[in-house]
């Protein structure tokens, strides 16, 4: 891709001062660059991941679309959502599985994080021939969803689906399926309404301390990792410290509360939390609904097919000894010894010893290979 930057100006405006060193640095982080958008180059598109479902690059979960709306962009800077706009991808779709396969994308595709839902577009007026840009408001494409079974977006009739494309929000779609990323975007790094008060350190340590280091929702006991207990406003005001509105949560459940996409929770200390829960017993009564209630928020599109298809409830939480290590499974069915993961990085591995392992999204799309392998 390339990055253009125009410097006419400047040079002219120094021009009548004769030979000049100028030191200048570029600030813009990717991060930066990709809240702005950027425009791949043909050829470029290889650099765009979707072999875990969800589109990534260089590390950051993305978004591809096509800015050049042509004579349809009066209409799309109307309505982004109507028939004629380009619809935005999230996912590694049948559409763009077949234009990789084919080498179709001729149209200049970009990628963004932006979470806002605009998308910046361009395009050419039919009857005056004059240019036209602007932001409007796209929409997500279906068979992105279809992909992901996004919120149960296979068991949805068509008036359900047609409901959740308009009522879309790429705000909570990345924050679904941050457990695959590192970071989050700045858009979605927003503080909550409110400063934290001066004493808020020790009000927390004394809470916790109070409820003897439990997650007051799921009732794990942290004790020995008091670090994975937080203290949650309930309210949302970080000022507000009354005890009605404070509640002891451990790091899953703290993260699941609305309006905290803001709280980037790696992989590993979630692992840890439902290996505890796992050792205190709280997984004993398991079905569906604790399944839905426990697991990953980007394993519930899963979780749904998999009661859908009416197949056994899998494990939760369990790790594996494989020679010295201890391998964390974020699904799985011991008996038939087929796992699911989240992150690949263990694959290899398990493959070695007999398992069978599979992507999520894999799982959802495979879902009948995976039917077969648990009769």
């Not at 050829?43 to 765009?48: A, E, M, P, Q, V």
């Not at 179709?104 to 361009?122: E, L, M, Q």
């Not at 990792?225 to 790091?251: F, T």
């Amino acid at each position: 891709m390339k990055l253009t930057v125009d410097l006419s100006e400047l040079i002219a405006a120094v021009a009548p001062l004769g030979k000049l060193e100028i030191d200048f640095e570029l600030s813009k982080t990717l991060e930066d660059l990709l809240a702005d958008g950027i425009e791949l180059e043909s050829g470029d598109i290889n650099l765009i991941d979707g072999s875990e479902g969800v589109l990534s690059y260089e590390g950051h979960q993305v978004m591809l679309y096509i800015p050049d709306q042509g004579n349809n962009i009066e209409d799309t800077l109307d309505d982004g959502k109507s028939k004629g706009a380009r619809r935005v991808h999230i996912a590694e779709c049948t559409t763009l599985a077949d234009m990789r396969a084919k080498g179709r994308f001729n149209n200049r595709y970009a990628i963004t994080n932006r979470t806002d839902g605009y998308f910046a577009v361009h395009g050419v007026i039919q009857l005056s021939g004059n240019k036209l840009q602007g932001e409007s408001k796209l929409a997500v494409c279906k068979n992105c969803l279809k992909a992901l079974n996004y919120q149960d977006y296979l068991g949805l009739n068509d008036y359900a689906r047609n409901h959740l494309v308009a009522a879309f929000s790429f705000i909570d779609f990345f924050d679904c399926y941050r457990s695959y990323f590192s970071s989050l975007p700045t858009s979605n790094l927003g503080s909550l309404a409110g400063n934290y008060t001066a004493d808020w350190k020790s009000i927390s340590k004394s809470l916790r301390h109070s409820v003897d280091f439990c997650c007051e929702h799921c009732e794990v006991n942290l004790t020995k990792h008091p670090e994975l207990l937080h203290v949650h406003h309930i309210n949302g005001n970080k000022s507000d410290n009354d005890r009605k509105n404070l509640r002891a949560l451990c790091m899953d459940c703290h993260k699941k509360q609305p309006n905290h996409e803001h709280l980037q929770i790696v992989m590993r200390d979630i692992e840890k939390i439902n290996y505890l829960r796992r050792q205190q017993n709280k997984f004993d009564v398991f079905d569906y609904v604790s399944l839905h209630k426990y697991a990953d928020t980007s394993l519930l599109s899963l979780t749904k097919l998999l009661e859908r298809y009416q197949l056994t409830v899998p494990q939760l939480g369990l790790t594996v000894k494989i020679g010295q290590k201890h391998i964390p499974l974020d699904l799985c069915w011991p008996k038939n010894f087929v796992a699911v993961l989240i992150e690949s990085s263990h694959r290899t591995e398990l493959k070695k010893n007999g398992w069978t392992v599979f992507s999520t999204f894999e799982a959802i799309n495979k879902i009948h290979k995976l039917q077969a392998l648990l009769r």
